[in-house]
């Protein structure tokens, strides 16, 4: 049995599950961005915003960690 994938470090594993739970908030606050009435748009685009600053610091972490095991 050949091996098609390198075992995870419970550091990249943990990595993915920030970037995941980052990436489901980015798609809630764009859903409440959505919905929201006219005079909370400007506080709702701000909170999608923070979680797209937040998903895209957990990528770095996680290609971080993806390029260290791949060295």
């Known amino acids: 049995m050949f091996l098609t994938q390198l075992p995870q470090s419970r550091a990249e594993s943990r990595a993915l599950d920030v970037w995941r739970e980052a990436a489901d908030l980015v798609g809630r606050r764009w859903t409440v961005y959505l919905a929201v009435e006219p005079e909370a748009r400007t506080f709702a685009f701000a909170s999608y ?23």
């Open 49 to 71: 915003i923070a979680a797209l600053d937040a998903e895209e610091a957990a990528a770095f972490e996680l290609a971080a960690l993806a390029g260290r095991a791949a060295a």
